[in-house]
């Protein structure tokens, strides 16, 4: 099952193999990066978010994007290309459910596993958990149920089982 990557805000998206994967997860830029993020979180917002958008960030739901042009906010015209946008993303029968504002994301990770309600209940396998660079989210990638419907009617069931928000920004492909 193939996922995509943007190497960093803005620029297209790039189907991403297992070995590329990894070699991201393990790159000592990318933990610098997210330490140094870390460590701007709750001083200087700016500075957060500028490494933050400097970081890879992995599509977990498309396995590619049709390419296509697109003008931006600011009206500066993009040429065709994969960028990343919703109503051209190619699903790969993944979802993600994004957390915020968890004031300790392992715990409630391990809450929610401890449960064992989703998989048995529900049978959608777990691909992915990990706490953002924020040190306040947590993230959850899970197969997509085809009786629950689409992207956002399974990340409302997941939310829905345990209690949580959902954050709205999620229900696309990101």
Same mark, same amino acid.
């Given at each position: 099952?193939? #996922?995509?990557?943007? !190497?960093? &805000? ?25 330490? !140094?993020? !870390? ?10 978010? !500028? ?8 599509? &977990?739901?498309?396995?590619?994007? #049709? ?22 993303? #190619?699903?790969?029968?993944? &979802? ?30 777990? &691909? ?47």
């Amino acid at each position: 099952m193939a #996922i995509c990557i943007q !190497r960093k &805000f803005g620029v297209p998206a790039e189907v991403v193999t297992p070995q590329a994967f990894e070699a991201v997860l393990d790159d000592p830029e990318v933990a610098r990066r997210v330490e !140094r993020a !870390r460590s701007f979180h709750a001083q200087d917002k700016g500075a957060y978010t !500028r490494e933050k958008n400097g970081m890879p960030g992995f599509i &977990f739901s498309c396995s590619g994007f #049709i390419p296509h042009e697109y003008t931006d906010t600011k009206g500066v015209k993009h040429p065709e290309d994969t960028w990343a946008h919703q109503e051209y993303g #190619i699903l790969n029968g993944l &979802f993600m459910v994004d957390l915020d504002h968890v004031d300790n994301p392992r715990q409630l990770w391990q809450d929610i596993t401890a449960q064992e309600v989703w998989e048995k209940e529900y049978k959608v396998r777990t &691909f992915l958990a990990f706490v953002t660079c924020s040190n306040h989210g947590l993230k959850i990638v899970m197969a997509c149920s085809v009786e629950e419907g689409n992207l956002a009617s399974c990340q409302n069931r997941f939310c829905q089982t345990f209690g949580l928000p959902n954050d709205k920004s999620t229900k696309n492909s990101n």
